[in-house]
């Protein structure tokens, strides 16, 4: 149909149109409207507490001590099981979070301004590696690790991108793809390319600060994924502007809370079009297995929407192993795949392994349901019990029937048989 071709056109211009800026770090009850005390925002569709998986319910207690919501976790899970707390996703507030995907009013959240269409989206700053809240982690390590990053780094990055007027963020997509990343698994380049960006501003607004500094610099150096949180609070914000067009199939969102998987489709705007979400198939850390795996959870599949994670596969040939995706060589098979599915390239993002071509954009849901082919994306797992925390890595599958319900209720609003 012309009108969904139209709708399409000026879908996928909105999103390759985007300059998502870097601006601020800020507590996330200042600058997230209507998120108030006893609100918990967080990953997938919606959901309520009894139905949360493991890790999902272990977070949701972590962050109600941090808060101040509850003084033990066990009081914490006895207020959420009664009610106290107001469960809300994340995408319903412009905002996204990896895994469990846990935001609340006091939390530090990266400031990303769509500079095209001015908007702005939102994300907690990556925690590092091993126990953290994102997998369920909550004992007291995690939460002195939320307190410094409230406390110390959160306005120290917030010092430093008010001193140099923000960092463009296209671009250090664009190198990080050229040596290596895919911006999900992998963001080794990407966060040491920031991390060059955001030095000198930081030694410049925390000169005479003692050791903040130190502490600061040496916490972003350790952590290979810091830049994963602001690549989805970037492509958060290079999709809320295309929400919304009457008429097209190009995907705008797609998030799991571990217990279902759930798409948003620009057509058909905020609706949720949900299924049971998958197991990832992956490697595992030293003694665990299959059997300690949670089912798939995290709202950072938004950057598989915009290209990049498990669509830039074959940018990242040394994450495939890591991730279960075969040898190196096979890298480029998950990107020409998920060009089956998609209604465009990004010019700006392109590929060396695959002689430049731009990582494929905009997931067309009637190519899903007319190729059987469905989104890959690359995860974390985690422990599926509560506080024990990331268990390995692998690759998830997009269930179909969200496609499948998308694309119903999209030709029912459009009078197609």
Not at 191 to 218: K, N
Request: proline share 6%.
């Amino acid at each position: 149909m012309d009108k969904i071709e139209a709708a399409n056109k000026e879908v996928l211009g909105r999103i390759l149109r985007a300059d998502p800026v870097l601006v601020d770090v800020k507590p996330a009850g200042e600058v997230i409207e209507g998120l108030e005390r006893g609100t918990i925002l967080h990953a997938g569709p919606p959901i309520e507490w009894s139905r949360m998986c493991g890790p999902m319910q272990g977070a949701v207690c972590g962050i109600a001590v941090f808060e101040g919501l509850a003084k033990t976790l066990d009081e914490a899970a006895e207020a959420a099981a009664s009610g106290a707390f107001r469960f809300q996703p994340n995408h319903h507030f412009g905002a996204v979070g990896p895994m469990t995907g846990m935001i609340t009013p006091s939390q530090p959240v990266l400031v990303v301004e769509n500079r095209a269409f001015g908007n702005r989206a939102y994300s907690t700053i990556n925690e590092g590696l091993g126990k953290v809240l994102r997998f369920g982690g909550n004992d007291a390590e995690v939460l002195a690790r939320l307190r410094w990053i409230a406390d110390e780094l959160g306005p120290a990055l917030s010092a430093a991108l008010r001193q140099c007027g923000g960092i463009p963020l296209k671009g250090i997509v664009s190198r990080g793809l050229a040596m290596g990343d895919e911006m999900h698994q992998r963001n080794v380049a990407c966060s040491s390319l920031f991390l060059r960006e955001i030095a000198p501003p930081l030694a410049r607004a925390l000169d005479g600060s003692g050791g903040a500094l130190a502490r600061v610099l040496e916490f972003v150096a350790k952590n290979d994924q810091f830049f994963l949180n602001i690549a989805m609070a970037m492509a958060k914000s290079m999709t809320d502007p295309a929400r919304g067009v009457d008429g097209s199939t190009i995907v705008t969102a797609m998030s799991r809370n571990g217990t279902e998987f759930g798409i948003q489709v620009s057509g058909t705007d905020r609706q949720w079009f949900t299924a049971p979400v998958e197991m990832p198939v992956g490697m595992y850390f030293p003694g665990y297995s299959e059997k300690d795996a949670n089912p798939d959870m995290g709202d950072s599949a938004i950057v598989e929407v915009v290209g990049l994670g498990g669509f830039a596969m074959a940018s990242a040939t040394a994450v495939a192993g890591f991730v279960g995706a075969g040898s190196a060589s096979e890298a480029a098979q998950y990107t020409r795949s998920m060009y089956e599915i998609t209604a465009a390239q990004n010019p700006d993002w392109s590929m060396p392994n695959l002689d430049y071509a731009g990582v494929p954009t905009g997931i067309d849901i009637r190519k899903v349901l007319r190729t059987g082919i469905t989104p890959y994306i690359n995860t974390g797992i985690a422990h599926r019990l509560a506080g024990v925390g990331q268990v390995g890595a692998g690759i998830a599958r997009a269930p179909l029937a969200c496609f499948e319900q998308a694309l119903t209720t999209l030709a029912q609003r459009l009078g197609v048989g």
